[in-house]
């Protein structure tokens, strides 16, 4: 079994910032991509920002320049700094990792996402 747990969002006014976070637990070998995704509703989950094994970074135009997403491989951990919030950055956050885990016989591939956790930038 494999769990990913985020932690971080909340109320904030425009201009603050919020820092999310997400661990991953379980039998895992490896994490390759671990990512930030927003939704809100009645619209599909977009990326917001993605981080290799090896820290290339890629960013979503809305956030670039505001957003820094970062991991820590030791402890299967990503992060997500977020300032200068808008209020158009209001959704709820799901963590995502591409990883491998262990299983009877080696190991297997899969896709996984956290439960999410709500950002609300009001004025």
């Known amino acids: 079994q494999v769990h990913l747990v985020e932690s971080g969002g909340g109320l904030v006014q425009p201009g603050g910032s919020l820092r999310l976070s997400c661990v991953a637990s379980?039998?895992?070998?490896?994490?390759?991509?671990m990512g930030w995704y927003c939704q809100t509703p009645g619209k599909q989950r977009e990326l917001v920002a993605s981080i290799t094994r090896g820290s290339s970074t890629n960013y979503a135009d809305a956030v670039k320049g505001r957003f820094t997403i970062s991991r820590d491989n030791a402890k299967n951990t990503v992060f997500l700094q977020m300032n200068s919030l808008k209020v158009e950055d209001t959704a709820v956050y799901y963590c995502?990792?591409?990883?491998?885990?262990?299983?009877?016989?080696?190991?297997?591939?899969?896709?996984?996402w956290g439960q999410g956790t709500q950002v609300t930038v009001f004025s």
């Open positions: 379980g039998s895992i070998y490896s994490i390759d991509v």
């Open positions: 995502n990792a591409d990883l491998r885990y262990y299983t009877r016989s080696g190991d297997a591939s899969g896709n996984y």
